[in-house]
């Protein structure tokens, strides 16, 4: 868990480094339309990113409720513990049925549907309610990381310190890209293909706000229409 912090620290004073050289490069420069417009939208991103973070940690990711009373499961075949495709199982952990593609969580102590597992960035699960805040998250990084990889190779002749910005501007977009790709791979498997995948992460309202870390119109659990 704490080094999983010590790589998000250092992912933040990197993207903020990146973007303290290119200030400093434009402020240099002389040129204040250019550095306003810059400024303007690199901060932009990095608030987008920072934004989107915040909500798929404090987001409660859509674990299943747990039982107020215990039940007694002592005639079921308990052989299994992960939900497959088609089949219904029991949990042991939390003492309740658990929809097809469920996974519990030692670390939440819960079971979620559509679980994209336990990211330790995040200090929480990935799952149906808070999957949307990780894909903008990876998305708007990859965004600012090559807007300002442009903007470094721009004034590279200019301020050699480019150099430092553009390096570090490749690496971030190239693991951002990487990452963002997988989750995207993960929607297209996902039961029913992109058309009925995709409102289920994004939300049933308005496609404008799709990439932006505004509140959807998923519920806040994940009902039978959504298992």
């Known amino acids: 868990m704490n080094k999983a912090m010590v790589l998000i620290g250092f992912w933040t004073i990197m993207l903020l480094f990146i973007d303290i050289i290119l200030l400093h490069v434009l402020w240099g420069s002389g040129k204040e339309l250019a550095f306003s417009l810059h400024a303007s939208l690199m901060n932009i991103l990095l608030v987008l990113c920072g934004i989107s973070y915040i909500r798929a940690a404090s ?4 674990f299943l409720p747990k039982p107020s009373i215990s039940v007694d499961f002592s005639d079921i075949d308990l052989t299994k513990d992960i939900s497959t495709k088609s089949s219904w199982v029991v949990c042991r952990s ?14 939440c102590n819960g079971c979620l549907v559509h679980s994209r597992g336990h990211w330790y960035g995040l200090r929480t699960c990935v799952g149906l309610l808070n999957y949307k805040f ?8 990859v965004v600012f990381s090559l807007y300002t990889l442009f903007v470094g190779v721009s004034n590279l002749w200019d301020a050699p310190l480019c150099m430092i910005s553009s390096t570090l501007s490749i690496f971030s977009a190239a693991v951002l890209s990487f990452l963002l790709l997988v989750e995207i ?12 995948s995709i409102p289920k ?17 998923v519920s806040s659990k994940p009902g039978v229409a959504d298992l």
């Open 185 to 196: 791979q993960n929607i297209s498997t996902m039961e029913g293909g992109w058309k009925v």
């Open 94 to 107: 939390c003492s309740i049925f658990t929809p097809p593609l469920t996974k519990h969580c030692s670390l």
């Open 134 to 141: 990780l894909l903008q998250l990876l998305f708007w990084g």
């Open 59 to 62: 987001i409660e990711p859509g």
């Open 201 to 217: 992460v994004f939300g049933r309202g308005s496609r404008i706000f799709w990439m932006f870390p505004c509140s959807s119109s």
